[in-house]
């Protein structure tokens, strides 16, 4: 009786230790399977900010950046430089090679402006041929010093065609620069930003 006892007590004690496995592997189970969430959470979320073509940034990731950097100077008044940049006479550039041309002109321009500016910085498509580039805790001549060294850099890519050899030829592009003032919001911002960009495009 004793020894039947002792071998039910063995069992109930081995199920217990048999379930408690158990409910530690559905825990860790369970958990890997929110980390797994939320990974792809957080890649469909990086996707949603990324320009599909480029790769950078794109025009909601810009907007939410820009606000905050103006947040942010707002509070402890540092230096804030905003550039636009657009393709010249791109339309000319889908109309004579075709579109597909004209995207790996789009993302040799992202590569280039991507491959200068620090990690601060932020460089997003703007819309079709225009890009956006935020510079915090930068002074007017810095920034103008970093758009011309992009500008020249860019002037002096030649595409070449696989099939022909030959060159796409120079391609250039122009900058509109702006520069935080107290009080400016967003869309004033950029406003500056794209008037100086058009006085560009005409010289």
């Known amino acids: 009786m004793l020894d039947e006892m002792q071998q039910e007590e063995e069992e109930d004690e081995w199920n217990s230790k048999r379930l408690t496995k158990k ?17 792809e ?6 996707q949603s900010m990324r320009d599909p073509l480029t790769g950078i940034a794109n025009r909601r990731a810009f907007d939410a950046r820009l ?21 010249d006479h791109f339309k000319k550039v889908n109309d004579t090679y ?3 041309v ?9 590569t280039i402006v991507s491959e200068n500016i620090k990690g601060q910085d932020m460089v997003a498509r703007y819309g079709g041929e225009e890009f ?12 103008f010093n970093l758009i011309d060294k ?33 009080g400016v919001d967003a869309k ?16």
């Not at 409910?23 to 990974?39: N, P, T």
């Not at 956006?132 to 920034?143: G, H, K």
């Not at 065609?161 to 107290?182: D, E, H, V």
């Not at 004033?188 to 010289?203: H, I, S, W």
């Open 41 to 46: 959470l957080e890649e469909v979320r990086s």
């Open 132 to 143: 956006a580039i935020i510079l915090p805790r930068t002074d007017v001549r810095s920034a």
């Open 102 to 110: 004209g995207d790996e002109v789009l993302k040799v321009f992202a």
């Open 150 to 182: 992009i500008r020249q850099q860019f002037a002096k890519t030649n595409l070449i065609f696989k099939q022909s050899r030959q060159g796409l030829g120079q391609i250039t592009c122009s900058f509109g620069i702006a520069s935080y003032r107290p």
């Open 67 to 87: 606000a905050a950097e103006l947040n942010s100077c707002s509070e402890d008044d540092s230096k804030l430089c905003l550039a636009l940049a657009d393709i």
């Open 188 to 203: 004033t911002f950029v406003e500056q930003a794209d008037r100086k960009l058009y006085l560009a495009k005409d010289l």
């Open 23 to 39: 409910i530690m592997l559905d825990e860790m189970q369970e958990e890997e399977g929110w980390e797994h969430k939320k990974r």
């Open 98 to 100: 075709g579109h597909r």
